[in-house]
């Protein structure tokens, strides 16, 4: 018996059909060839054969019911099957284009991308075809034959579901072993994964999700629309989800975390979506649960990879040239590169870093003084934190490798220089790892830069010291041109190998080079003014006898001041 808070009751209250006609009406269409539908007659003859299926169930005899209602049953079931079957025939015939360009290869990503965001969804039944079909599903669940109507929906819908899937040609992104993939390849497949999975969550699913409802909901069980939607788009949820399983699975390697960061930043803003669709069920097993077990597992992989990385630029063993020139090490642009795909997912990262890395880094414990306060920064800042420390401390001992130990702090004054100066352009990162600690990166660059002065400046001023100039003979002091002379060669020497060696050398930074340059010049050039301007009459003597004597001054203070100005890091530019 009908509920009479259903809309078919209410449906059927308003016939005025007798038993007979009922009768008379479902013989007819019984004789009536298959390939005929009442559907196609109008909303009145339908109205009619519903009814009239109804009314028999509600006053016929026992007999009448095995002998009528197994033959409107099977009316309807058909009927059903062929009206649904129509809701994709025109759809699928029309063509689609990520499936025409069969020779289009799996990394053309622009034009993947421009195919999943114009790829057309199926428009969705009319009312009219909805009302049908709900009444339909409404009488074989009042005869007690939902399960058959549930059976064709789902013979129907899911290959339907599966021919729409199979267009999208993610069976070509191959989930398995996807460490094996070089990684610009990798991150088109999760590209193209994250395009298709936007056509299919919040519209194929979607719709399909809509669909089961508008007919099943409230008949049977009260999860049948769910179990109908679960059973339609199930194989193919699963298929999806896998290649994102996958990768979580793969232990990537710590320089793939751009790529791992685009996956887990895309299932976050589809996590919503996919929990209204697949809610999380008590045994752990279902869809939604799945997919949430992806997400946290690439979480963790995220955080792994970080730790791994900072191992990784610890223990990197790439080669200086004493030819170099001290320039900015390749290590370095490519540690700044990777902290800046850091920053450009800091939102999700920071919610998802809540543990706070170690202070050691395979078994050694970073020196407090690479550091900032560690109980002032986030999670992520002491990532990055550590990251720019270890960093630090690889390049240290790579510039004990120069020959010339003055190179060797130019090196780390560039390398330290190249990190201030790119996380003075971001204001994200300069958030994250603090002023104060970027004031303290860049106390090291001056250090360094002192450093270099010192071992470069105090060659030359060396040799304008007064000490074992001047002796004393019978209570007169006078100058040892023996001494002078000695000091004056070693001037030159020292002025000629700085030129040729430094000259080569470089400073990228203008300003630090400016900066450099003044500071030298303003060392040595008083200093060389006032050893020329004491022992001038040694070099200007005319008196033969002392002209034999006379200390050769090969360079001038105008010859300093270009030797530092000009010649000095002329490779990285004036």
């Given at each position: 018996?009908?509920?009479?808070?259903?809309?078919?009751?209410?449906?059927?209250?308003?016939?005025?059909?007798?038993?007979?006609?009922?009768?008379?009406?479902?013989?007819?269409?019984?004789?009536?060839?298959?390939?005929?539908?009442?559907?196609?007659?109008?909303?009145?003859?339908?109205?009619?054969?519903?009814?009239?299926?109804?009314?028999?169930?509600?006053?016929?005899?026992?007999e009448e019911l095995q002998q009528i209602i197994p033959m409107a049953i099977n009316r309807l079931k058909l009927e059903f099957q062929r009206v649904l079957n129509r809701q994709g025939e025109s759809y699928l015939t029309v063509s689609n284009t990520i499936t025409e360009l069969s020779t289009t290869t799996i990394?053309?990503?622009?034009?993947?991308?421009?195919?999943?965001?114009?790829?057309?969804?199926?428009?969705?039944?009319?009312?009219e075809v909805v009302d049908y079909l709900r009444k339909i599903a409404e009488i074989m669940n009042a005869c007690g034959h939902l399960e058959a109507c549930i059976d064709v929906y789902i013979s129907v819908r899911k290959p339907f579901v599966r021919i729409i899937f199979d267009r999208l040609r993610l069976d070509e992104l191959k989930a398995g072993d996807t460490k094996k993939f070089l990684s610009e390849e990798l991150k088109v497949r999760i590209e193209r994964w994250i395009g298709a999975t936007k056509a299919c969550v919040p519209k194929l699913f979607l719709k399909e999700k809509l669909f089961a409802e508008q007919i099943f909901s409230g008949l049977g069980r009260t999860s049948t629309h769910v179990e109908c939607f679960l059973n339609v788009v199930?194989?193919?949820?699963?298929?999806?989800?896998?290649?994102?399983?996958?990768?979580?699975?793969?232990?990537?390697?710590s320089e793939r975390l751009n790529v791992v960061l685009i996956l887990y930043d895309a299932m976050l803003s589809l996590m919503p979506d996919v929990n209204s669709l697949f809610p999380l069920d008590q045994t752990g097993k279902g869809i939604g649960n799945s997919f949430a077990a992806t997400c946290s597992k690439l979480g963790d992989e995220i955080g792994r990879m970080l730790s791994d990385f900072e191992d990784v630029?610890?223990?990197?063993?790439?080669?200086?040239?004493?030819?170099?020139?001290?320039?900015?090490?390749?290590?370095?642009?490519?540690?700044?590169?990777?902290?800046?795909?850091?920053?450009?997912?800091?939102?999700?990262?920071?919610?998802?870093?809540q543990s706070r890395p170690s202070k050691i880094v395979q078994d050694k414990k970073l020196?407090?003084?690479?550091?900032?306060?560690?109980?002032?920064?986030?999670?992520?800042?002491?990532?990055?934190?550590?990251?720019?420390?270890?960093?630090?401390?690889?390049?240290?001992?790579?510039?004990?490798?120069?020959?010339?130990?003055?190179?060797?702090?130019?090196?780390?004054?560039?390398?330290?220089?190249?990190?201030?100066?790119?996380?003075?352009?971001?204001?994200?990162?300069?958030?994250?790892?603090?002023?104060?600690?970027?004031?303290k990166l860049n106390g090291y660059v001056k250090g360094a830069m002192i450093s270099y002065q010192?071992?470069?400046?105090?060659?030359?001023?060396?040799?304008?010291?007064?000490?074992?100039?001047?002796?004393?003979?019978?209570?007169?002091?006078?100058?040892?041109?023996?001494?002078?002379?000695?000091?004056?060669?070693?001037?030159?020497?020292?002025?000629?190998?700085?030129?040729?060696?430094?000259?080569?050398?470089?400073?990228?930074?203008?300003?630090?080079r400016e900066e450099l340059r003044r500071?030298?010049?303003?060392?040595?050039?008083?200093?060389?003014?006032?050893?020329?301007?004491?022992?001038?009459?040694?070099?200007?003597?005319?008196?033969?006898?002392?002209?034999?004597?006379?200390?050769?001054?090969?360079?001038?203070?105008?010859?300093?001041?270009?030797?530092?100005?000009e010649n000095l890091f002329s490779r990285s530019g004036s």
């Open positions: 018996m009908f509920k009479k808070a259903s809309l078919l009751y209410n449906f059927v209250m308003g016939s005025s059909q007798s038993r007979e006609s009922a009768v008379a009406l479902i013989n007819q269409w019984n004789s009536e060839p298959r390939e005929l539908l009442i559907f196609d007659k109008g909303r009145d003859e339908a109205s009619q054969y519903l009814q009239a299926v109804v009314k028999i169930q509600q006053t016929a005899s026992a990394t053309d990503i622009s034009y993947y991308q421009s195919r999943y965001e114009d790829f057309v969804m199926y428009e969705a039944p009319t009312t199930k194989d193919v949820a699963v298929s999806l989800f896998s290649f994102a399983e996958s990768v979580s699975l793969s232990r990537q390697s630029v610890l223990n990197e063993i790439s080669t200086i040239s004493n030819n170099d020139g001290g320039r900015v090490h390749q290590l370095t642009k490519n540690v700044v590169g990777y902290i800046n795909v850091i920053t450009n997912y800091k939102t999700v990262l920071m919610k998802l870093l020196p407090d003084d690479l550091l900032r306060d560690p109980k002032s920064l986030t999670p992520l800042s002491l990532h990055l934190v550590l990251i720019i420390a270890v960093l630090q401390l690889n390049l240290d001992n790579k510039s004990k490798y120069y020959k010339e130990a003055s190179l060797g702090h130019l090196f780390m004054m560039n390398n330290v220089n190249y990190i201030v100066l790119k996380s003075k352009e971001s204001q994200v990162l300069q958030d994250l790892i603090g002023v104060d600690y970027l004031n010192d071992l470069t400046c105090g060659i030359l001023l060396k040799c304008l010291e007064e000490e074992g100039i001047y002796v004393t003979q019978c209570c007169t002091s006078r100058v040892s041109t023996g001494t002078l002379r000695s000091n004056v060669r070693n001037f030159n020497a020292a002025f000629e190998k700085i030129k040729s060696l430094q000259s080569s050398w470089e400073v990228p930074d203008p300003s630090l500071s030298m010049l303003n060392r040595l050039k008083p200093e060389y003014e006032r050893f020329l301007e004491r022992h001038k009459n040694h070099f200007e003597s005319t008196n033969f006898f002392q002209q034999a004597q006379k200390t050769d001054v090969k360079y001038t203070v105008q010859d300093l001041q270009v030797l530092i100005e």
